[in-house]
């Protein structure tokens, strides 16, 4: 493994960071709604997941699904159903005003950003197909174990600054003159995303 390989997996990874999908739209509005605390904790859970999601497929879990396809399908069924519900519970929440609806704790936020992303089990096979592409084929342990931990730490530090940003007074007023709105289109493309992975063969 050579440097170049890091930097092409690094250069990936911001791609599908920056990519449109349920952990981006969670993760913006998390941070427009509820602030910049709130905002890191969920950008941390689906740090963590998006990488421990590298690590199942470092050690070959998408051949395991390949195997069993109940255990995947277990897994996609139960990623859309959570889907389903957080894009219900925004669109029943849009009219409330922020003071009436309970702030998340930071755990509740982490919780959930693991689960937007544990609830992709197309993450793990996008994953290997991106280490297949990139990594030579004969990656020991310790090279394994490297490719883990940078991408933790890319996450962990590219998803905070993410809602940091999204989490500044200027986005958030903006949002609140059209929470209503803006939180109706989210669910409904949350929503959307839920019925896609439900209803998607592959």
């Known amino acids: 493994m050579e440097l170049a390989h ?9 791609a599908a960071i920056a990519s449109p999908g349920p952990s981006l739209l969670f993760l913006t ?18 740090a963590v997941m998006a990488a421990l999601w590298t690590l199942m497929a470092l050690l070959g ?5 390949i195997l069993f396809p109940w255990a995947y399908g277990a897994f996609k069924l ?20 922020l003071d009436e609806v309970a702030a998340p704790s930071g755990r509740r936020m982490f919780l959930q950003g693991v ?5 992709n089990p197309k993450s793990v096979m996008f994953a290997a197909a991106v280490l297949l592409v ?6 020991n342990v310790a090279e394994k174990t490297l490719i883990f931990f940078n991408h933790l730490v890319v996450e962990l530090t590219v998803q905070p600054l993410l809602a940091v940003l999204l989490s500044t007074a200027v986005i958030r ?6 929470k209503p709105v803006l939180d109706r289109i989210a669910a409904a493309v949350l929503g959307a ?4 992975l439900l209803l998607s063969r592959g």
């Not at 709604?33 to 709130?38: D, K, L, N």
């Not at 879990?61 to 699904?65: D, H, Q, R, T, V």
């Not at 990139?134 to 990656?139: A, E, K, N, Q, T």
């Not at 995303?193 to 896609?196: H, P, V």
């Open 29 to 46: 509005r998390s941070s427009m709604a509820h602030g910049r605390r709130a905002g890191v904790a969920a950008a941390c859970g689906l």
């Open 61 to 65: 879990l998408e051949g395991l699904f």
């Open 173 to 178: 007023r903006r949002y609140l003159g059209l």
């Open 193 to 196: 995303l839920g019925l896609r």
């Open 134 to 139: 990139i990594f030579p084929s004969d990656l």
């Open 115 to 119: 689960l937007i992303n544990l609830g």
């Open 6 to 14: 890091v930097i092409a997996f690094n250069l990936t990874l911001l």
């Open 78 to 97: 139960l990623g859309a159903g959570y889907l389903l519900y957080i894009a219900w519970t925004t669109w029943r929440s849009a009219r409330e005003p």
